[in-house]
């Protein structure tokens, strides 16, 4: 794997430690979605219903990315979570989650506007 990674945007973590539930209802890890890779974006399909439902962008490609979709006022938090040069987006809650950890460490809340945006990608 060679792309950008959920986990690219914490420290410390893999994407093996983040849980998101898909909107058809199937609990996975991030590291067993079906990954498709662009040149500064991953997206990352469930890897049953294959609807794309997280996303990792640069975030100098997110701001083209806003300018390019004319969407600039909504560049809250429904639009992506800016960490560590990164922006992180998800059709549902994202969760870290370490499998060996007692409780959920941190919690991503949905950003669904983000999706909206990558088709002008």
Known sequence: MTGLRVADAFEDVGD???????????????????????????????????????????DEAAGQLWVASSMMVRRGDAFGHRREGYVVGSRVDLVLHPPDAGDVVEVLVSAPDLFDALRYI
């Not at 209802?25 to 997280?54: A, F, K, P």
Request: net charge negative; glycine share 2%.
């Open 16 to 58: 093996s430690d983040f849980l998101v539930q898909c909107t058809c209802g199937m609990e996975q890890r991030v590291d067993t979605m079906i990954v498709d890779e662009m040149r500064e974006v991953t997206l990352y399909d469930c890897s049953r219903c294959e609807n794309t439902i997280v996303a990792i962008l640069t």
